[in-house]
């Protein structure tokens, strides 16, 4: 991306575009980000306030959090006891609407 016009590539390889700049910059932004495999940046008094990136970039970064690994995996555990008969029927006795939310398979919850 070129450091004319408006859009400057900081040491972090970054391409930055003050919020000032940003509506008459946008799509040179955008396509840089796309075409260069880097991320943009967003910035306001010199400080970076919001990020454009492609989705594959978006996609490495987000996966899923701690917490949400430990609920699938939670959720897996627990459709498989209630495979059991014996745990369902424990588990119907004990909270009836709890039973109904997992009779249906657990899977659900994760959605």
């Not at 919001?50 to 594959?56: E, I, L, N, R, S």
């Not at 970039?57 to 014996?86: T, W, Y």
Request: zero cysteines.
């Amino acid at each position: 991306m070129a450091a004319d016009q408006g859009i400057q590539i900081a040491d972090d390889g970054v391409a930055e575009v003050s919020m000032t700049e940003a509506r008459a910059q946008l799509t040179r932004l955008i396509r840089g980000v796309r075409e260069d495999g880097r991320p943009g940046a967003f910035t306001e008094r010199g400080e970076r306030r919001a990020y454009v990136v492609t989705p594959a970039m978006f996609s490495r970064v987000k996966g899923p959090s701690e917490k949400e690994k430990a609920f699938s995996e939670l959720v897996h555990k627990l459709d498989a006891l209630f495979q059991d008969p014996e745990f369902a029927a424990r588990v119907a006795e004990k909270d009836p609407e709890l039973h109904e939310v997992l009779e249906g398979g657990a899977y659900h919850l994760l959605l």
